[in-house]
């Protein structure tokens, strides 16, 4: 028998914190604005979590004829450089085609959050480490939160605004996990 445990975000903290990891990449653009409008990103970043939770293995089996797609080897410049592009998001977002969500993907995306054994969100990590503690019996200590990203760019307003207008389906897994980590 196993524990399943995760862990979700604030979307629009997640969706900056991304933006900020690519944005440090040797590779990519560094302007916030860029990354978000870029299509390639921008269909990996929008609600990202309930994507994450609506994937099944049968939609990731049905993507495997067309992988061969993404092999940048089997093309000329300059389709070549789309193609690294879109395999660099893929790999930078760890969603390798993206998911329209739409009622019925939230609803299983849900009910997959539903199933895990022990939810919780970031900002209330110490809560769920506890938590687990007691479940486990151990003591598992203080917990020390590391920042990954090497940025700390101010993101505008507008930029923050737009990104909590188009999460909402994230925004509403956020909550359910906030009300599973409060029960």
Known sequence: ??????????????????????????????????????????SRLVN????????????????????????PSRYPDPERTR??????????????IPKLIDDRSYAEAAARLDRVDEVGVTERLGVLVDRL????????GPLRRKRVSKLSSAVSAALRERIEGENEWDRTLYERALARQAD
Not at 83 to 96: D, H, P, W, Y
Not at 133 to 140: D, K, N, Q, S, T
């Open 1 to 42: 028998h196993y524990l399943s445990v995760t862990v979700l975000r604030n979307p629009v903290e997640r969706t900056i914190s991304h933006l900020e990891q690519l944005a440090s990449s040797p590779t990519g653009p560094v302007d916030f604005e860029e990354i978000y409008e870029n299509p390639i990103f921008h």
């Open 133 to 140: 503690g007691v479940r486990l019996g151990l003591e598992l």
């Open 83 to 96: 193609v690294l592009a879109e395999v660099r998001a893929a790999f930078a977002t760890a969603i390798g």
């Open 48 to 71: 990202y979590q309930v994507q994450v939770f609506a994937a099944s293995r049968p939609e990731h089996l049905a993507q495997e004829p067309d992988r061969h797609a993404y092999d």
